[in-house]
């Protein structure tokens, strides 16, 4: 017998950055579970990869090639998946991440920051989630129901030493969340529903410069420092995110909108004593 309150058989499902880490897990879980899965992604081989492995294992996936900065892109790849499945249930916000040049270190002080890094670090986490929710929102709205994802992080709520534009950004998609639960409730259908999952620490392609070393592999003292403060005592895995994710895409929780979920093991619950 089904459970009613997680079937999400027949749904479709989009998924920005859907090449990497956390997101293709996502798109994997949500393929067992029946959702046809449509994985957008700036490098298409990543996301093949993804969808291959969907289809070895009995699910539907496309491949479709997205620039979440570029509204026209994420327009043509809405056009896409409205042809290949006619519909779209969810859309999960999974693009975004960090880069080296718009963190601080000790070679490279705040006050010397690239602007150029951090508009790219702002624009890829904030704009590339609010425009993917303006182009499959219309969507959204046009079905009168849908469900929307965004991703934020855990140093949305304290910011983390080194990291300023991506905890910036972090900080404005949660108040984005917020903002677009309610709009879209009032102007467009209440049955439209947006809510982001904030991880804590999990090792990505974005931060892994930040927790080990290049050459050794071995946790950084930033990474050791991470583990002390984690009362689960390691990093998360992708596969911590799926019940959250799940939950919050599916019928049980069709009274929840506007919220960010932490994922942290624990991470902000510690005082450090």
């Known amino acids: 017998m089904k459970d009613k309150l997680f079937d999400l058989e027949g749904q479709v499902a989009v998924l920005t950055g859907g090449g990497g880490v956390l997101v293709s897990c996502m798109a994997k879980e949500l393929a067992r579970r029946g959702v046809k899965v449509a994985i957008l992604d700036l490098f298409p081989e990543a996301a093949q990869k993804v969808a291959d492995e ?13 620039n979440v900065l570029d509204k026209a892109s994420v327009a043509e790849a809405a056009a896409a998946v409205e ?11 999974g693009a975004g991440g960090n880069k080296k040049e718009a963190t601080t270190s000790p070679d ?64 404005a998609i949660n108040n984005v969340t917020q903002w677009l639960a309610v709009h879209l409730a009032q102007n467009c259908s209440p049955a439209i529903r947006v809510n982001a999952i904030a991880p804590g620490f999990f090792e990505t392609a974005q931060n892994k ?53 932490p994922v942290d093991g624990g991470f902000s619950a510690y005082s450090g004593v």
């Open 54 to 66: 969907i289809a070895r294992a009995g699910g539907q996936a496309v491949v479709v090639k997205c």
């Open 83 to 93: 042809k290949q499945w006619g519909r779209v249930d969810i859309l999960v916000n």
């Open 108 to 171: 490279l002080s705040f006050f010397d920051l690239p602007v150029d890094a951090l508009k790219f670090v702002m624009d890829l986490n904030l704009l590339g989630t609010i425009l993917p929710a303006q182009v499959f929102g219309q969507i959204m709205a046009r079905q009168k129901s849908g469900v929307i994802v965004n991703i934020s992080s855990m140093n949305s709520f304290r910011p983390l030493t080194r990291i300023i534009g991506y905890s910036a950004a972090k900080a």
């Open 209 to 261: 410069f930040l927790l080990r070393d290049e050459k050794t592999g071995q946790l950084t003292a930033r990474g050791n420092q991470i583990i002390g403060h984690t009362p689960a005592g390691r990093f998360g895995a992708p596969e911590d995110l799926l019940g959250a994710l799940v939950w919050l895409v599916s019928p049980a929780a069709r009274f929840v909108s506007g919220i960010i979920v």
